[in-house]
């Protein structure tokens, strides 16, 4: 049904390129106006080539596409009035930076007064006021970057698509782009669908992120949610650093299960995606969630471990232990709480809260088909 507070509705979209092989399997997804929205999934997700049919350079094979409402399979890519940014700039090396800006502009036959007008306030948006008269092979990948983002918002589109748009930065200048991209988006109140295979880029930047495998949303959440309740266990390894404990389901108690994992631990943990009792489980749970050597009593779910390797990172000590079969269990101990007292090979307590410790479906599992 129609929507006013969506800007786009994916509708039943299917994608084949050779009409067998599903790459995008019955997607529904709607963005909301002004919303950041990220797409973010592994090479061959499918996450790209949505993008693609949305901006019109792929047809859908089943489903309707709506722009404001408006069936848009059928409309050619210039004349959906969207905006672009692509990984390589695509910026034309012949012109100015000042030209380049423009291009949009006199497709649309806009007058030389509001162009002139629209090229520096673009310039002055990303901080490159003077540079116009420059050529894009004068300027470094950032600001290249930055002419590219502007570019994309010269004309007011509704709608911006970016496609790994800060792949080929180094990682300053990438993070410096986030921030950029980031304070653009709220200042101008523009709606974005940006996809990406980075992770750290979704979650610092994105309203929402819809999470991609093989064709299908496996979640689609604000970024806290997405990191701090994954719904599966793609989700829960594909975003940010986990732990994984497998075992299977000794007992169901509703919100909680018990698991029993390697050596014959019981571990409780949130009943999260387990089919009951008997059934296999893959244990989640987040690094900084795990603390070393509780107060007896304080957790639910403690164990002996060994600490195996201490790795020093400024603000915490990335500490590898074997605990409940896993040799690769990880521990981020922030440096405020390390007092060197622990050292490589000594034998420790750590433990969580069984909130924090998510059952799901084994890993790796097979995708569901839609």
């Not at 101008?188 to 299908?216: C, K, N, P, W």
């Not at 599966?232 to 594909?238: S, Y």
């Not at 900084?288 to 000590?317: C, M, Q, W």
């Not at 981020?332 to 000594?346: L, Q, R, T, V, W």
Request: net charge negative.
């Amino acid at each position: 049904m129609p929507g006013d507070d969506y800007l786009v509705r994916f509708v039943n979209i299917q994608k084949s390129y050779d009409g067998e092989t599903l790459v995008v399997k019955n997607l529904n997804l709607n963005v909301a106006k002004s919303e950041f929205l990220t797409i973010l999934g592994p090479s061959g997700s499918g996450k790209t080539t949505c993008l693609m049919m949305l901006a019109g350079f792929e047809p859908a094979t089943h489903g309707e596409i709506y722009l404001k409402d408006q069936p848009i399979n059928r409309v050619p890519p210039h004349r959906r009035g969207i905006g672009m940014v692509f990984q390589n700039y695509a910026l034309f090396p012949h012109l100015t930076v000042a030209e380049n800006l423009a291009f949009p502009l006199d497709v649309r036959g806009m007058s030389k007064v509001e162009k002139a007008r629209r090229v520096k306030r673009a310039l002055d948006m990303v901080q490159l006021g003077g540079f116009g008269d420059r050529r894009p092979a004068q300027l470094s990948g950032g600001q290249q970057q930055r002419v590219a983002v502007a570019r994309s918002l010269i004309f007011d589109p509704d709608l911006v698509l970016m496609d790994e748009p800060l792949g080929a930065l180094d990682k300053n200048l990438r993070e410096q782009m986030q921030y950029k991209i980031k304070s653009i988006h709220e200042n101008l109140g523009v709606t974005v669908v940006y996809v990406t295979h980075d992770q750290s880029i979704a979650l610092t930047l994105s309203d929402r992120i819809a999470v991609f495998d093989d064709g299908v949303i496996q979640q689609c959440a604000a970024p806290d949610v997405v990191y701090e309740r994954p719904e599966n266990a793609f989700v829960a390894n594909f975003i940010g650093e986990n732990n994984q404990l497998t075992g299977t389901v000794v007992e169901d108690n509703g919100d909680t299960v018990k698991v029993a994992v390697g050596n014959g631990n019981i571990v409780e943990a949130k009943k999260v995606k387990v089919e009951g009792v008997g059934s296999p489980s893959t244990l989640s749970l987040r690094p900084e969630r795990v603390v070393v050597n509780p107060e007896p009593g304080s957790l639910p779910n403690v164990f002996p471990a060994k600490t195996e390797e201490l790795i020093y990172l400024g603000d915490h000590i990335r500490t590898r232990f074997s605990i409940c079969g896993n040799v690769d269990f990880i521990v981020k101990i922030p440096n405020s709480a390390f007092h060197a007292a622990i050292s490589e090979g000594d034998e420790v307590n750590i433990g969580w809260k069984a909130e924090d410790c998510r059952a799901l479906d084994v890993w790796p599992c097979p995708t569901p088909h839609s």
